[in-house]
């Protein structure tokens, strides 16, 4: 019997459900995220200890030394949510107040996956320098910093400068969470359909905050920049493109550094003959064509990302010649989603201190969780690891630390089995947290 193929229309029904859903848990709950205390409370005799007056030889002990802040405070796993709203899923400028939503979504995400404590902070600007001083004042709070849903190009420049002048990790999940776990892809799918990364011609449909970081981690983890094509909604970059503004640096580096045959045209011409399309940019279905897939090279490599509707359907794209396909959503085999990226990688980045992520920490990360898929039997409906593959967060986030070790960004030192235990515990403990809370009804059962 010929498989069930979902209709524009059911798909549309299926991907409205969860908006439908979150109108009425949101207010059911008043919010995702709460403070809990996690310190022994015998009797308010506790509190002379917690408080005034015990709690003062502590600050003192900070003052002497401000590294002991890690160890008298939850600062080791407490991570900042940072955003201005600007440009929030595909909402667009929304603004902070109607970013926080998503914000404490991405702290529950945090909690859940990685046993990271997460706060949201929506900063009513949209001045950039202003954003970074006040991230920089915020620093003495967290142990990092997770830029989220910031306009481009202001989040390129923002990212760089925080990434040069604070003294905690900070990074950017929009580009980094998502190039880590699309190049995670990418290793399995070639290694499919038997060709090699340095070898491969890949073409990027858009080239908003994820694709510009999806290009440079793809040539820092060995593809040919020669080999790569970039397109933007005006068309294919190259060097005789005179239409690109100074501010759009990214634009124009990649005008000179890639694209070496110095092709025209768009979409369309940019995909022919090459061997693997990523595309995040306009939701389809028509975005790209069939044909254009039947155009590629054989045996091609199709992500089509965009939410909630693809650049083209996945089958469309089978149809067409594609041998490996993946999307942005979870209804379809080969989820391209960042959260299995971001927690695992700020728990391994925690858990030794490190004073950054570096982007071969995010190359470490994306390896691992190849390798945890590999490891499960890797084919043409299973690149990636899923949400519900618990152990693949503590493998991932020891990746992560052990490759902050080895450039010598981590303040800690700790083997790999220390580091398993460390990352397995926390992570556990947050997903049995919310179990427990659930079991005693702490946390009610919501009734459809």
Not at 97 to 113: D, I, Q, S, T
Not at 116 to 141: N, W, Y
Not at 267 to 281: C, P, R, T
Not at 357 to 376: G, H, N, P, Q
Request: glycine share 6%; net charge negative; proline share 5%.
């Amino acid at each position: 019997m010929e498989e069930h193929r979902a209709t524009k229309e059911e798909l549309i029904a299926k991907a409205e459900k969860p908006a439908k859903d979150s109108l009425k848990m949101h207010p059911f709950y008043k919010g995702k995220i709460e403070v809990v205390p996690k310190c022994v409370i015998r009797s308010v005799d506790d509190f002379a200890v917690w408080y005034t007056p015990g709690v003062a030889a502590v600050c003192k002990d900070i003052e002497r030394d401000p590294e002991a802040s890690y160890i008298h405070t939850d600062r080791a796993n407490m991570v900042g949510i940072v955003t201005d709203g600007t440009r929030v899923l595909g909402l667009g400028d929304i603004g902070p107040l109607a970013a926080m939503p998503v914000m404490e979504g991405k702290a529950l995400l945090f909690k859940y996956l990685g046993g990271v404590d997460a706060f949201p902070i929506c900063l009513d600007t949209k001045d950039p320098d202003e954003f970074i001083r006040t991230v920089k004042l915020l620093q003495p709070s967290f142990g990092g910093i997770n830029l989220e849903d910031i306009e481009n190009p202001k989040c390129f420049y923002i990212l760089e400068k925080l990434r040069e002048e604070a003294s905690i990790p900070v990074w950017h999940d929009d580009q980094q969470g998502t190039a880590a776990v699309t190049v995670a892809g990418l290793i399995n799918a070639l290694k499919i359909v038997g060709k090699k990364m340095e070898e491969a011609k890949i073409t990027m449909v858009g080239i908003g905050a994820a694709n510009v970081c999806i290009v440079r981690m793809l040539i820092k983890a060995g593809a040919d920049p020669k080999k790569i094509i970039v397109v933007d909604s005006k068309g294919i970059l190259n060097c005789k493109r005179d239409d690109i503004r100074p501010t759009h640096k990214e634009k124009l580096e990649f005008c000179q550094t890639t694209n070496a045959a110095n092709r025209d045209g768009g979409i369309e011409e940019a995909m022919k003959g090459q061997d693997v399309v990523i595309a995040l940019s306009k939701q389809g279905p028509d975005t790209i064509q069939k044909s254009w897939v039947s155009a590629m090279a054989d045996n091609a490599i199709v992500f089509v990302c965009a939410n909630p509707i693809p650049e083209m359907w996945p089958w469309d794209a089978k149809e067409a010649g594609a041998k490996v396909v993946a999307t942005g959503r979870s209804d379809f085999a080969n989820q391209d989603n960042n959260s299995i990226g971001f927690a695992a990688i700020f728990r391994g980045t925690l858990d030794v201190m490190a004073r950054t992520i570096t982007d071969e920490m995010c190359i470490a990360a994306a390896v691992e969780l190849a390798r945890c898929a590999e490891d499960k039997g890797i084919h043409e409906d299973y690149l990636l690891p899923t949400m519900d593959e618990w152990e693949v967060f503590p493998r991932e986030a020891v990746a992560v630390a052990k490759k902050a070790m080895e450039q010598g960004v981590a303040r800690l030192k700790l083997s790999e089995k220390e580091l398993f235990q460390m990352a397995e515990t926390k992570i556990r403990r947050a997903r049995d947290e919310v179990g427990l809370l659930m079991e005693k009804g702490i946390i009610p059962p919501y009734e459809e």
